[in-house]
């Protein structure tokens, strides 16, 4: 039977910013070129989640003001759900503000914005520039490391609990939090990343193994020259 991704997009229209909607373009595309289904769902301000409805959730960046309605109306409608998720492996890949909302909160000034809790960090507004520039850093998903690039603009610092494994290692610009070195977050199946770009065009290598996670399946390479292209130029932009 030919296999279907589905995937759930959470608060497409709220959090998408630098066009972090173009990943779902790019998961979308690499199963129909490959003759396989996709299937996409989304669910946003004041609805439920179904733990089984999808193989692979997704959830791009925000502003603050858009992530204050989310994180909120998240924990409500959406936190025993993703959990569910997580627990039955399924693949949760969350950008930027996104990736913030994963943690247990997210501290601006006064107002402190609850997160899921799906993974063990903490978001803090520190005095400070935002941390905004090309980025490019090296994870091992399994295969052995891996250049992941992007770009990042985000005013929040995030650090990762005691045992909290990130994502990767910068190579070039800020991370997590600009001072320790480490990008993103990854456990199980679950991961947290600064990197816009949008992330998945520039990485494609990166979509292939979310889908083949998602599935339990192994994909068979496609024609990548223009991909491979844009990934060496998101690696130059960040100077790598
Ligand atoms: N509003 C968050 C921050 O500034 C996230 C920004 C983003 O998603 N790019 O830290």
Known sequence: MTPTL????LYPELMNIYADRGNIAVLRARCEWRGMGFELA???LGETLDPDSAD?????????????LVARDMVDTKRDALHAVAARGAVVLAVCGGYQLLGHSYQMGDE?????????????????ERLIGNCAIEADLGSGPRVIAGFENHGGRTYLGDGEEPLGRVLKGFG???RDGFEGVHRGNVIGTYLHGPLLPKNVWLADH?????????????DDRMEDAAHASARRAAGI
Do not use: H, K
């Not at 402190?112 to 400070?128: A, I, K, M, N, S």
């Open 6 to 9: 589905r995937v759930c997009s």
């Open 42 to 44: 989304a669910s946003s």
């Open 56 to 68: 692979l959730f997704y959830m791009g960046g925000g502003q603050d003001r858009d992530q204050a």
């Open 112 to 128: 402190e914005l609850p997160g899921v809790g799906l993974v063990d960090l903490r978001t803090v507004r520190e005095p400070g």
């Open 176 to 178: 997590n939090n600009g």
């Open 210 to 222: 979310l889908i083949e996670l998602a599935l339990d399946i192994e994909l068979g390479p496609l």
